[in-house]
């Protein structure tokens, strides 16, 4: 049964500052791999989306990439800002069939 | 398009009492997905449909819980009678097929449920 983790659960960082958020999923025969942010008392957006067979996507100071060898995926984003405080959540779907399987998420908070 | 829709955005009731949440998935959207998302468990599938025909509802709780997609543009969730355990927001998604265009996921704004 695939599972998603995500590591750190809650990050704060200073405006400016470039970070990291991390995904690892158990199973890596994945069909592609989606992040979403989540906005307090809000819905889900996805801010990217991954196919398998790709490493890479870009949008704006947003970048996610994917190992699917080793079970991870990462989403960089370049130049924090106060809104971009929100939850990250990452979720990989194992067949073009099957539903999302999602991770806890990554509250991120940037200090002005 | 006004993306997926959901209602009500908010619902209290009281234990014991039938609730029913609802929502209009993306025209031409042959998935449709409903999750739980609380603090302690995060987001749970609960049950999807592909083209209006449920496929796995092994998520759901328990016989309290039922959902009905009756046309390819309106889905149900029911839960009867409510606990106070329910309490949670209840997320409709939905998705194209693959391969057919962009086949991501899109999210309703959620029903924030509170059972007293």
């Known amino acids: 049964k695939q599972e998603v983790t995500q590591i750190p659960a809650a990050l704060s960082v200073p405006e400016g500052e470039n970070l990291v958020l991390n995904c690892s999923f158990t199973d890596s025969a994945i069909y592609n791999l989606q992040w979403f942010r989540q906005d307090p008392g809000k819905g889900l957006t996805s801010l990217l989306l991954i196919q398998s067979s790709q490493r890479e996507q870009t949008s704006g100071r947003l970048n996610a990439s994917l190992d699917k060898s080793s079970g991870r995926s990462t989403l960089y984003i370049a130049a924090s800002q106060p809104g971009d405080s929100a939850t990250y959540l990452c979720a990989v779907r194992d067949s073009g069939n099957t539903p999302l399987v999602f991770g806890k998420g990554t509250r991120l908070s940037v200090i002005a | 398009d006004a993306g997926v829709i959901q209602s009500p955005r908010h619902e209290v009731t009281e234990m014991g009492q039938e609730v029913t949440l609802r929502c209009k998935p993306i025209?031409?959207?042959?998935?449709l997905f409903w999750y739980r998302q609380t603090m302690m468990r995060g987001l749970e599938l609960l049950i999807y449909f592909n083209n209006n025909v449920p496929i796995d509802d092994s998520g759901m709780p328990e016989d309290r819980f039922s959902a009905k997609m009756p046309n390819a543009s309106f889905s149900t969730l029911k839960i009867q009678p409510s606990e106070p355990r329910d309490s949670a927001v209840y997320f409709c998604?939905?998705?194209?097929?693959?391969?057919?265009?962009?086949?991501?996921?899109?999210f309703g704004s959620g029903t924030r449920l509170t059972v007293v």
């Open positions: 025209s031409g959207h042959d998935y």
């Open positions: 998604a939905s998705s194209s097929v693959p391969g057919e265009g962009h086949y991501g996921y899109t």
